[in-house]
Structure formats: structure tokens, C-alpha cells
């Protein structure tokens, strides 16, 4: 790292840790500083804070003291902090205490003890994210609807533009500089298309090794919003930003192949699904009820699930329909994969892919058979997704499986977390109550 600072001229160094939200906490400093520093520390703490900023009540009882914890860079998520006025880097950092053990309920750490359930079977999961996102005018004031982008026309969209080349072009200088950032910091687009809401968009990432596509999923969400600023505009990932449009989604396609040979473990030689498969998507459907807080992290992303609206409703799956929760595309032997379609854009990526590759194994070691495969609508089937962020919770919090393969420490902490949120948004009254109750009630 030090001949890289020094061969690209670095003067400053971004040290980032993914938080429980997956926003970039840190230290920012000179990078001579950075090239001599032999310890730095940050408080556990910032892993208990809320996306409001607040704690919750019982964080003692998770860590009586709040002690500081040892961020150790990973040489290889080094890259240039491409938006910068001047020539800096950011380098992702892993945490552990005083004693050299990992910190359990670091994101990224929660990644890595599932991928190492995976390792102990002579396995290894690929994965490749699809992130969506909105591009919004400017909002000053969170009182006020969001509202649709104005690109080069000058003209906001008004209705859905599903795959339309013209109105991605719309865009061009803002997704020119998204691409040269990301160019520049190694993250591999594959596809960029134009989603049904106004101004939505979708980015497909090559696959990959799960960890290194969780940080590359990381960086993106900065990078786009950074690119999205320079044009005046602002890029979310919010789950349910506008009312009437569709939600956005992180799906995630995952597969698995032998560590020995390479071969993807999904498939038969004629490829076909095999059981290994149906193992997987039965875990999926069997534990992605308890690991819905996960997946769904706010109460802005359970308004996603409506009917009809580009997002699934319940766990069924199916062979290349997009209506079911877990989709299986046309596939080569290689690529034998499933698409799980469950996740909200507004996930932490560690934690989605984490979970999600978590639901998996444990279908897989416990050999769980599927439902049928659903062959027709799945909006034409009951809901089964939760629909309400507390339920979600508890269930999370009870299920023994999860607890054991992501580690105790991280769920208690998670669900702590949460509750502090969801018990901020129990505070704020909504204009649709004023609306409907206050005089007819």
C-alpha cells in the first residue's frame, strides 16, 4: 500500500468502515500519517448508532465499556477517492479488539463467518448484486415530496420508461463521470438500463467473490451518489422514495461452485437444476421469513411490497419469472444460479449477501426440499412477505438457525439497533393521519 500511495501521489487517505447501514464511518488523514500509523482505533460504538444517530438504551449491556476497537486496512480494497479535489485514496478497513479477535458484529465480518461455513464444506458462493436507484431533483426539505429528475431535455419524466435508451441518454454527463469512477476504482459494471419508475435506474455488477462484490456494492452506492451531486441531482437507494412508483431492489444471483474443481454444484452434467439447488431454495423460502429484517431494514422498505408493482410478494420460485420471490434464469451448466429478489435497495450489502447466502446453507446442509415451482403468477398468490418492521424483528431475534450462523452478538446488536429506529419513527405523525383521523375518528 505504501508504493501504491507513493507511485499515484496520494496526499490523503479516506480509512472507511461499513456501518450496520452500510454508510462509511472513518477516520480521514495525511497519507504520510497513514504510510507510519502502526494502530488505529475507532470506538465499537458506531456499530451500535442508528441511522437516526441514536443508541439504543441497553448498548451497555452489548458492551459494558465503551471501549475502542483496531481497524486493520485490506490491502486490496485500496483505490483512488476519484471524486476528490486532490489525489487521495480510500481504503476499507476490518475491525478487532484489543485481543486480535474480529469484531462479530462488524458487517463485514458477518460476511466473512458465513463464507466460512461455506469454506468447511469445500465450497465457494459466486455472487453478482443488481442495484436500482432513483434520480431525484434536489430535496431541501424533507416535508416535501420527492420529485422526478430534469435531465438535458429539460423536462422531468412523468411516467415509467421501462428499458429506454433515450431517457438513460437523458443523463449521459451525470453517468459519464459515474463511469470513469468507477473505472477508476476497479468496480465492474456489466449493464445499465433505465427501471419503470421516473428516473429509476438499474446497475448489474459482474460476478464475483462475494466479499469483494459486497465492497464493490459499498463503493458503488458512494460513487453514485457523488457522481449524481456534481450534476445537481440526488441519487437514493431509499427502498420506496416516491408514492405510486415502484420500489427498488438489491437482487442478488448466487451460486456455488466446488473449491477443488471449479464446477458449479448447482447443475448436472446436462444442465439440469440438481438437488444441491433445491436445497438452496428451500433454505431461501424456509428462513427468509426470519431473516426479513435483514433484508427489509426500514419502515420505508415494506412499503416496496404491494401487489403488481415489480416486486415480490411472497417465497415462491419458479424457472425465469420475475413475479416469484426466487427466480432461476435460463442457465448454462456454468451458470447454474438463483436470483433471490426479496432484498430492498436500502440494505447493507454485506448483510444481504451474507443472509442471503446464510438461508442457503442451512437448506443445503439440512437437505429441505422446495415447494413446487410455481409456473404462473406469483401476484395471483397470497402475500407471505412481512409487511409490518417490528414482527420482522422478533422473528429475527428468535431464530435459533440465523443466531448460529451469523453469530449471537450480531443479531443482538442488529435488533437493538433497529428497535431505537423503529421506535424514532413511532414518534413522527404522518400527514395521511392528520388526513384520515383527525376529524373523522
Partial sequence: MKDWI??????????????LAGAARGKIMPAAKFNDTTTLRMPQAIFMQSVTGDYPDNWESINPLDVDMILQPDPYTIRMLPWAREPSAQVIHDCYDMQGNPIEFSPRQVLRKVLGFYSAEGWKPVVAPELEFYLLQPNLDPKNPLLPPIGRTGRAE??????????????????????????????????????????????????????????QAFLFKRTVRESALRHDLYATFMAKPMQAQPGSAMHIHQSVEDLESGENVFSTADGMPNAL??????GLQRFMPEAM????????SYRRIVREMSAPINFHWDFDNRTTGFRVPDNNPKSMRIENRIASADVNPYLAIATSLACGFIGMKQGLKPTEALRSSAYDQPIQLSRHWYDSLQRLADCKELREIMGDSFIEVYVAVKEVEFDNFLNVISPWEREHLLLKV
Avoid at 507513493?6 to 456501518?19: A, G, L, R, S
Avoid at 429484517?293 to 420505508?300: E, H, I, R
Fill in 293 to 300: 429484517a435483514l433484508m427489509s431494514p426500514y419502515v420505508n
Fill in 6 to 19: 507513493e507511485q499515484n501521489q496520494i496526499t490523503e487517505v479516506e480509512c472507511i468502515v461499513p456501518d
Fill in 277 to 282: 439447488l433445491l436445497s438452496h431454495i428451500a
Fill in 158 to 215: 412523468r411516467s415509467g420508461q421501462s428499458y429506454n435508451i433515450d431517457a438513460v441518454n437523458d443523463f449521459d454527463p451525470m453517468f459519464d463521470d459515474m463511469y470513469d469512477f468507477c473505472e477508476s476504482q476497479g468496480l465492474e459494471i456489466d449493464t445499465l438500463i433505465h427501471e419503470e419508475g421516473m428516473g429509476q435506474m438499474e446497475i448489474n455488477l459482474l460476478h464475483g467473490d462475494p466479499l469483494e462484490l459486497a465492497d
